[in-house]
């Protein structure tokens, strides 16, 4: 046997750990990746996308990170209203990997931790709302909790950009009542709008009645104005022709025999109102001198004169 067989051996060995420990050292960080190096037992470096080299049995990878955005799933979990309404609400939280040091350093699990923490800001939140409100304030709610785990994140190098609710399982029940509601409030809402219509179109028709009364009265008033003007200017018009008249008579009278021409007119008139009283439906007390002629004759001039 040969007395350097053993020493070969242990060459041998110590040759493959070198090769071995000399590849190991030999890394490449593919793209949105870090690697956490360690060495001696503490933090000595942070490697990111490239070709990097290690120390070999002092460097050691403790922590590999991803730095893309991942998603993971909220588990359902139970959850009471402001109003005491039981609520089972599950989502989806968005976050990504900002400081792979403290990330490494700053907990044991940060993924375990932001979905805990998730779930705890969601029950705090919903416990403000009421049932009515968890439906409406989706937005406001997932706000909250981006803004509550962002801050508690930061301290373990995680970044939350954004939370999603996927569903609010609520008891038949209840969800029986909420529908019964909604129609309440649909009914309630469509009486509404038909007495708005009905008031709408009552008011259109007084308005349209209050207009033709006015547009009624306006022509009435125009109609009765024109006929006072018109009477008006008859009235005139048969004064004037009265008063010529007159002038005419005055001058006729001035003129010889012009009382006699009137007396003959005026007893002729007089003739001719007894034959209209000549009826035998009239009956009429007259006086006792009616056919007394000369004497009418002789008042009717004796009138003229004075």
């Not at 649909?186 to 033709?212: C, F, P, T, W």
């Not at 007390?285 to 009717?300: W, Y």
Request: glycine fraction near 4%; hydrophobic fraction near 45%; aromatic fraction near 6%.
């Amino acid at each position: 046997m040969n007395p350097l067989f053993p020493l070969q051996v242990v060459l041998t060995a110590l040759s493959v750990v070198l090769v071995v420990s000399i590849l190991r050292s030999l890394r490449v960080v593919p793209a949105k990746s870090v690697l956490v190096i360690e060495r001696l037992g503490k933090y000595a470096k942070t490697l990111h996308a490239g070709f990097h080299i290690l120390v070999p049995f002092l460097d050691r990878v403790a922590y590999t990170h991803s730095l893309k955005e991942q998603a993971i799933d909220v588990p359902t979990q139970p959850c009471f209203t402001w109003d005491n309404v039981k609520v089972d609400v599950d989502g989806v939280l968005y976050y990504r990997v900002v400081d792979p040091k403290k990330a490494s350093y700053g907990i044991t699990n940060y993924e375990y931790a932001t979905v805990q923490l998730a779930q705890t800001t969601m029950r705090s939140v919903i416990g403000k709302l009421e049932l009515d409100k968890t439906f409406e304030e989706r937005d406001s709610i997932n706000a909250a909790i981006v803004a509550e785990v962002d801050a508690a994140g930061s301290a373990w190098g995680v970044e939350v950009t954004r939370y999603e609710i996927q569903n609010i399982d609520v008891p038949s029940e209840i969800l029986q009542a909420m529908e019964a509601q909604l129609r309440a409030e649909r009914e309630k809402r469509g009486q509404i709008a038909r007495s708005l219509g009905e008031m709408e179109s009552k008011i259109n028709h007084s308005v349209g009645e209050m207009e033709e009364s006015i547009n009624r009265s306006e022509g009435e008033k125009e109609k009765w104005i024109n006929e006072a003007e018109g009477q008006a200017a008859e009235i005139r018009a048969l004064a004037s022709a009265t008063a010529a008249s007159l002038r005419e008579i005055a001058k006729a009278l001035e003129a010889p025999s012009g009382d006699e021409a009137l007396s003959l007119q005026l007893a002729e008139q007089y003739l001719g109102e007894l034959r209209h009283l000549a009826r035998k439906e009239t009956q009429v007390i007259l006086p006792l001198n009616l056919t007394d002629m000369e004497g009418v004759l002789d008042s009717v001039r004796a009138l003229i004169k004075s």
